[in-house]
């Protein structure tokens, strides 16, 4: 038997479609990356299932659903996250067969961020207050003006494999509270969460309709037919820069709404004045958790030159204590990564790295384990050093558990090769120097920059990127925002 197993209700993966679990007539294999077991069988969505899906979520949004009150709303968003809270184990038993990822991780990462997704977006709408105006015009006459919300209407999610929770009800989250109809595309890697969470929907009586989530892949797929789809109107997506720009292209005919939250090359910069083991754990766990899989994960890491020798050897050290192995074994930090694939991909980095003239510090190759792991998807963690700013091993996502190490001498100097990159998601700042950080902070062309700690998020401020790393911001009001058709209503008194 298998080492991991889903919840029974997975093990045939269905489409949840107006209320209803659908099968379909065609299915793929969701295969485990930690051992290469097949773990069930997914029903693909073809062009029908997607019709039927996003035709019931806009009879939810013209009909029940989006009549209800943002208070009514918000109580159905906490009943499902009192579900997920009950069924924590299914849900992380689901998590860490799809991902590979370590049980802690799993844990902390994708189900307790998902059940705070819902319960913050669900009270920052309850509590949201509108804009309101008071205006005197040149005759005395007076104005009043204030402005309404309203649903957008049916919005298409596709979210990824790295965080398939975490990232599927960050979306869909401030989407339904807005009153919107929602269909979920989750990665074909990682399919079994999003139908826990349909059955969570389900059991609370959430109006059939307002949560849809259909399987498949991109191109030729269900991915693909809902973004091409004329009845949507708007497109939220976290993936591959490269699939965003085709999505944006697909969608731009009809002029639909976007958020993209895509790639990213992101820095790490550690002054001399920093505290230094807290930096290195701070490298360490921005580098390596999740197995680098991580949109935010720092690949490029610029020590000031005077403890460059000594961050890298005490960063090697760690990294050697690392350990790799069975996601529910104690003390894991790193398990396996998405599948045997993405893995060619990271090896393939492996190799460049090396013709490109890197000094493998340590890593850079595949772990044995003369057991059912060998035909799972690991690699041990990787630091190199010796490469020049224009290296495509430095300039190119990974999207694995890999760093560059790179001197510098000045804050100019780093702010410009920081700045240096097609992507702009994410830095982090470790100094203790509190003007510097705020002096450097500003300076860096990304979405969010860290001080002194990395992967901290407070869901009412704003998240996106800038460039290659993508469009739009999401979080707190921005989310409420997005996902509201906004009007301004203007009374002479």
């Given amino acids: 038997m298998a080492r ?63 009549a209800l009150s943002m208070g009514r709303r918000a109580d159905y968003l906490h009943q499902v996250a009192h579900v997920i809270e ?36 669900a009270d920052l709408g309850r509590y949201a207050h509108s804009e309101f105006y008071e205006t005197q015009l040149a005759d005395g006459s007076n104005l009043i003006n204030y402005v309404k919300r309203k649903p957008l209407g049916v919005v298409a999610s596709i979210s990824p494999w790295n965080l398939p929770l975490l990232s ?10 807005c009153g919107n109809g929602v269909v979920c595309k989750p990665s074909e890697e990682t399919p079994s969460s999003a139908t826990l969470l349909a059955e969570a929907f389900a059991e609370v009586g959430v109006p059939a309709g307002a949560f849809n989530v259909i399987h498949g892949f991109g191109a030729g797929s269900a991915g693909a037919l809902l973004a ?25 005919e009809g002029v639909k709404e976007v ?41 490029r890491v610029y020590v000031q030159a005077p403890i ?14 690392l350990k790799v192995g069975w996601p529910d074994e104690p003390e894991v930090f790193m398990g396996s990564l998405i599948s045997r694939s993405h893995r060619d991909k990271v090896l393939s980095y492996f190799e ?51 760093c560059h190490i790179a001197p510098f001498d000045t804050e100019e100097e780093v702010i410009a090769r920081v700045n240096n990159s097609a992507y702009g998601l994410a830095s982090s700042i470790w100094t203790s120097n509190l003007a510097r950080a705020h002096r450097v902070a500003p300076r860096l062309d990304v979405g969010i920059v860290w ?43």
């Fill in 4 to 66: 991991f197993q889903l919840p029974a209700s997975l093990r045939e993966t269905r489409n949840y479609v107006d209320g209803e679990f659908i099968a379909t007539g065609r299915t793929f294999d969701n295969i485990c990356p930690v051992d290469g077991s097949v773990l069930a069988q997914v029903h693909e969505a073809d062009q029908a299932v997607v019709d039927r899906a996003i035709a019931a979520a806009r009879r939810a949004v013209q009909g029940k659903w989006g």
């Fill in 86 to 121: 009950r069924r924590f184990d299914e849900f992380l038993a689901a998590e860490v067969a799809d991902t590979g990822r370590p049980l802690s991780q799993a844990r902390q990462l994708d189900v307790y961020r998902g059940i705070h997704n819902l319960r913050t977006f």
């Fill in 168 to 177: 599927l009800t960050w979306k869909a989250a401030p989407a339904l509270i």
């Fill in 228 to 252: 091409a789809h004329p009845g949507i109107d708007a497109m939220t997506f976290t993936g591959e820069s490269s699939t965003g720009a085709a999505i944006m292209k697909t969608v731009a």
């Fill in 259 to 299: 958020s993209f939250e895509l790639g990213g090359k992101n820095a790490a910069v550690v002054f001399d004045d920093a505290d230094f083991d807290a930096a290195v754990d701070g490298v360490l766990r921005s580098s390596f958790t999740n197995a680098g899989q991580v949109c935010l994960c720092s690949e």
């Fill in 308 to 321: 460059f020798e000594c961050f890298v050897a005490a960063l090697k050290a760690k990294t050697q204590a």
């Fill in 352 to 402: 460049l790295a090396k013709r490109e003239g890197a000094t493998v510090v340590c890593g850079g190759e595949v772990p044995r384990f003369g057991d059912a792991r060998d035909q799972g998807a690991f690699v041990l963690p990787t630091i190199w050093t010796g490469l020049s700013d224009g290296a495509r091993t430095v300039t190119e996502e990974i999207f694995g558990p890999v």
């Fill in 451 to 493: 001080i002194n700690t990395w992967f901290s998020r407070d869901l009412r401020t704003p998240f996106g990127g800038t460039k290659l790393s993508g469009i739009g911001r999401e979080g707190g009001q921005f989310s409420l925002d997005f996902y509201s058709s906004i009007s301004n209503i203007c009374i002479r008194i």
